[in-house]
């Protein structure tokens, strides 16, 4: 397993290429509203990335994927496809947006609530947050991944959610997705020990029910199994020398 370290200049990338990505969501929150497409966010973003931050949307085209961002509604784990259905309140959607900026790349999502949540979309939602802190938190020289996994997996369980294991986080750079995997659960002390200069995402996927999934036919659509709600964040972090350095913060978390 070869896991990249990045050096000061690269380094200096990807806090370009996380601000950039950080600042596509806190731009879009206005507009996931009742009637808006998932398609016409997805253009607005678009839009933004290219005419605006002069970058790339990541997933256009990425291994046939035909959208700039992802939007998962309510029972969809991840890997939503923007299309024209509307946002109808008390939905619940994940945008996820990755920018390329300089060869490198940003990944981060957020939780979006259509109107009014019901009161089971919001615990989701933050347990799921929270879950997502707890194991960004764990990173320093010396720990280890398992270390991440178990902190968010504790969390998560404690609150008889269910943590999903066919998706993980992942290193990140000049390429979306690098090693290692960053599995959300998992055992303390045991997996990859953390160096500094390496960069990756902590994205846990969390389930109302069960912690199963499928893929729909479309190839990409990932469903809970059963049906429940299912709710992600994601950040892009850089393991410093006495701890870590998260990249994709919004501006009212900078
Ligand atoms: N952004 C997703 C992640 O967090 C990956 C999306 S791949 C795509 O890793 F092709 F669906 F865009
Ligand atoms: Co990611
Ligand atoms: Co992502």
Redesign the pocket.
């Known amino acids: 397993m070869t896991v990249s370290i990045k050096n000061e200049e690269q380094q200096d990338k990807m806090r370009v290429a996380g601000r950039l990505a950080a600042d596509v969501l806190d731009m879009i929150g206005d507009y996931v509203k009742p009637g808006v497409t998932t398609e016409e966010l997805d253009r607005i973003c678009h839009e933004y990335i290219t005419d605006v931050q002069g970058a790339v949307p990541a997933p256009l085209n990425y291994r046939g994927f035909p959208k700039s961002i ?1 939007t998962s509604v309510n029972h969809v784990v ?1 890997h939503g496809i923007p299309g024209e259905k509307k946002l109808k309140s008390g939905d619940a959607v994940n945008i ?3 920018v390329i900026k300089d060869g490198f790349h940003g ?3 957020r939780m979006f609530f259509v109107g009014k949540p019901s009161i089971q979309a919001q615990r989701l939602s933050e347990i799921a947050f929270e879950s997502m802190w707890l194991g960004i938190r764990e990173l320093a020289p010396g720990k280890h991944l398992g270390d991440v996994g178990a902190a968010v997996q504790r969390h998560v369980e404690k609150h008889r959610f269910s943590i999903v294991r066919e998706y993980c986080g992942h290193g990140i750079g000049q390429a979306f997705h690098e090693e290692p995997q960053v599995l959300h659960y998992g055992r303390s002390g045991t997996g990859l020990e953390l160096r500094e200069g390496m960069t990756m ?1 902590i ?1 846990p996927m969390v389930n109302a029910g069960k912690a199963n999934v499928k893929l729909l036919p479309d190839g990409w659509t990932v469903v809970t199994k059963d049906h429940s709600l299912s709710a992600q964040w ?1 950040h892009t972090v850089l393991v410093t020398r006495d701890g870590y350095e998260v990249l994709t913060l919004g501006a009212d978390d900078r």
């Open positions: 992802c991840c996820d947006i990755t990944d981060t999502s995402t994205e994601e």
